[in-house]
């Protein structure tokens, strides 16, 4: 009696839906509960044959056998086996009839591929760190994957604009704030991207003060008065001073003393 097995273990499909910003990288290992076995039993007639079938409902490893053909002299079976693959062979010689004598074996595995990398995202508008001047904004991502699903911005669905380039018209807050963007796959894998950037549409504090320019020239060793305020004279007569405007002002008074105390009075319209 001979006999040649070929095992052909059938791993299920496996779709792995990534909810974190990149997929998984590793191959989960493979789960088995029964695996199908393709058993081949050389020399065998009809008889061997229904014993051998009556044998296989009484072995407790085995789900199942299906006769795929028989030729009169080879048959082949379909085998759902529960135990490990490797005792398999020694599960079959324990069968008492018709007797088994192991030849070879041939292992086929088959597998399923998925896709487990995520979308690769890019933001265009705004930059990281960027300082903005108006609260209206269109953020603007790049993402350049073939099979998306979704893009969002701030977790609203943002529309394919152009290319590869999605982008969304979203009311900012003033102030320092983040910004992200997901894109998720037809596969379930997910990726984010960050920015931060400032909103500031504050106009900034403005103070001013109107000061007038006055100088002259008056006797050396003369004191000037503008407003009442002395302001410096050089030993040439020479004096220049800057003085501040109040509010409503409309002129300025300007007196000079000299050193035997005469004085001079003068007053000037502002702006003539």
């Not at 997929?23 to 229904?50: G, V």
């Not at 490893?61 to 398999?88: E, I, P, W």
């Not at 690769?120 to 108006?134: S, W």
């Not at 102030?175 to 900034?204: I, M």
Request: proline share 6%; aromatic share 6%.
């Amino acid at each position: 009696m001979v006999l040649m097995m070929r095992t052909a273990l059938v791993l299920p499909l496996l779709v792995l839906s990534a909810c974190v910003t990149t997929a998984r990288n590793q191959q989960p290992p493979p789960r088995f509960e029964a695996t199908e076995i393709e058993l081949t039993i050389n020399s065998i007639d009809a008889d061997q044959l229904t014993e051998l079938q009556a044998s296989f409902a009484k072995v407790a490893d085995l789900r199942g056998a299906q006769l795929k053909s028989h030729n009169g002299k080879t048959a082949v079976f379909s085998v759902m086996y529960a135990g490990n693959v490797s005792d398999f062979p020694k599960t079959i010689s324990s069968i008492p009839r018709p007797g088994l004598k192991f030849v070879s074996s041939k292992h086929q595995f088959e597998y399923g591929a998925f896709d487990n990398v995520p979308p690769t995202i890019t933001f265009v508008h705004p930059q990281q760190e960027q300082l903005l001047n108006a609260k209206e904004q269109f953020v603007t991502v790049d993402v350049p994957d073939k099979d998306l699903a979704s893009v969002t911005i701030n977790g609203k669905t943002a529309p394919l604009y152009k290319g590869s380039v999605y982008r969304l018209k979203i009311e900012l807050n003033e102030g320092k704030q983040e910004l992200t963007a997901t894109a998720k796959d037809k596969a379930g894998n997910e990726s984010s991207a960050h920015v931060s950037v400032t909103v500031d549409t504050t106009a900034p504090a403005l103070q001013a003060q109107i000061k007038l320019v006055v100088e002259g020239h008056v006797e050396p060793g003369s004191v000037v008065l503008i407003d009442g305020v002395e302001v410096s004279v050089n030993a040439s007569g020479d004096y220049r001073a800057e003085v501040p405007v109040r509010k409503g002002q409309r002129k300025v008074e300007i007196v000079a003393i000299d050193q035997s105390g005469n004085k001079s009075v003068t007053t000037k319209t502002i702006g003539e």
